[in-house]
């Protein structure tokens, strides 16, 4: 069976993005927030460099922690298994290699801006076919922290980045937006279970949280199993990254 039609999958091919409504059903949202709250449980245990916050000395404002799936089985079994690995497959059309598997958050008032970048940029893929997905666990809208994406950027090859004071998404484009990309800005509001999925080359941006409420998602990333990663480059951004976080005190 089909996880999605290919009407969607040719608008995912053209917009670089794709929507999709209550793409996990209450029971499923359920199932994910109580295992999310057994690995924040255990939070203490985890590498510094792996769990960032708005403001280190504040447990109250986490923002992300990475690889989820080596927390947990559950989300083992929720990266690799199941209608979400199928739908990376379709759109990829070609085997997915999970990655990772990340908890998202901006807490209220405080959760930061995304600033404009592409996931490929940090994943450094010859050639560059990988996508992330972003699972709502809660409403998202325009006071929370909306992602927003720049239709069919993804058309356009990888830009320039440079490096942001934003924790969690520390490049971003240098020349953003360029002429007609405001234009093209689609601005997504999402219901617990809505899943986004986009192109790691697409352009896109959120919005900081001016909310009381959280904003809480959960995020996938899949690598086309044709891409390769530069390792010695990614290893070496990544070094380089915990190092300067390090230094500035942000983990």
């Not at 927030?33 to 939070?43: C, E, G, R």
Request: negative net charge.
């Amino acid at each position: 069976m089909r996880a999605i039609s290919e009407e969607q999958i040719t608008a995912f091919q053209a917009d670089g993005y794709l929507h999709l409504p209550r793409y996990l059903d209450e029971s499923a949202i359920d199932a994910t927030k109580q295992a999310l709250k057994k690995v924040m449980d255990q939070i203490n245990t985890f590498r510094s460099e792996e769990i960032y916050y708005e403001d280190k000395e504040d447990p109250a404002s986490l923002k992300q922690i990475q690889h989820l799936e080596n927390k947990d089985d559950f989300f083992q079994q929720l990266i690799s298994t199941g209608t979400v690995y199928e739908l990376a497959q379709e759109l990829l059309q070609e085997e997915p290699i999970p990655k990772n598997i990340q908890y998202f958050n901006k807490p209220p008032k405080t959760g930061s801006a995304t600033p404009a970048h592409q996931d490929g940029y940090y994943f450094m893929l010859k050639p560059c076919r990988a996508l992330t997905m972003w699972l709502a666990l809660e409403e998202v809208d325009e006071s929370n922290g909306c992602i927003s994406y720049v239709r069919a950027s993804h058309q356009q090859g990888l830009r320039e980045h440079q490096r942001t004071k934003t924790l969690g998404f520390s490049q971003g484009i240098t020349d953003f937006p360029r002429p007609d990309e405001e234009e093209r800005m689609v601005k997504i509001k999402a219901q617990p279970g809505d899943l986004l999925v986009h192109d790691a080359i697409t352009i896109h941006l959120a919005d900081k949280n001016r909310s009381s409420r959280s904003r809480k998602a959960i995020g996938f990333i899949y690598y086309a199993a044709s891409a390769k990663v530069d390792e010695a480059a990614h290893a070496a951004y990544q070094q380089k990254l915990v190092n300067d976080l390090r230094e500035e005190n942000k983990i």
